[in-house]
């Protein structure tokens, strides 16, 4: 793979998609260690979502792009796991308010820290760490480039 003019197609996709993959399976694996070990990507996905302010299960949906009943399932594991709870909202009682436990604001903080360590590793390997991320950013932006959980 010497002369990137003759890489098929399928093998820059293929790396990108390894590459992906091996950077969360990494936060995860550093998210263990920090006291988070049953968190998995899809629920990075929600707690961002989810945001300070809370949601409803709703439009925690809409705002991942899955079923409300989907995103019920997710909030009711989330609660089993001690990163949200679901409580009346305080502005209209018949709405049920997802919000971040300390827990979940902590695991949100770790993934932080963890992302920028595996960043400051990635430019330690080289100088082109930075045109490949924006590289990257412009070829999502090509075809829409929103990301959504899978689970």
């Known amino acids: 793979m010497s002369n990137s003019s003759n890489v098929p197609g399928w093998m820059a996709v293929e790396a990108i998609l390894r590459a992906g993959r091996a950077a ?36 925690l949906g809409q705002r991942l792009g899955v079923t409300k009943q989907a995103a019920g399932q997710m909030v009711d594991e989330l609660i089993r796991l001690g990163y949200v709870d679901r409580t009346p909202d305080p502005s209209d009682g018949r709405r049920r308010l997802v919000t971040l436990t300390p827990r979940g604001f902590d695991c949100l903080r770790a993934s932080a820290e963890i992302f920028d360590e595996l960043l ?14 924006t590289a990257l950013g412009g070829l999502a932006a090509l075809y829409g480039g929103r990301l959504r959980p899978i689970w």
């Open 24 to 59: 969360i399976d990494e936060l995860h694996r550093r998210l263990a260690q920090r006291g988070h070990p049953d968190v998995r990507p899809a629920h990075g996905y929600a707690f961002q979502a989810i945001g300070r302010e809370g949601t409803t299960a709703g439009e």
């Open 120 to 133: 400051t590793e990635w430019r330690a390997q080289g100088d082109e760490v930075d045109a490949a991320i």
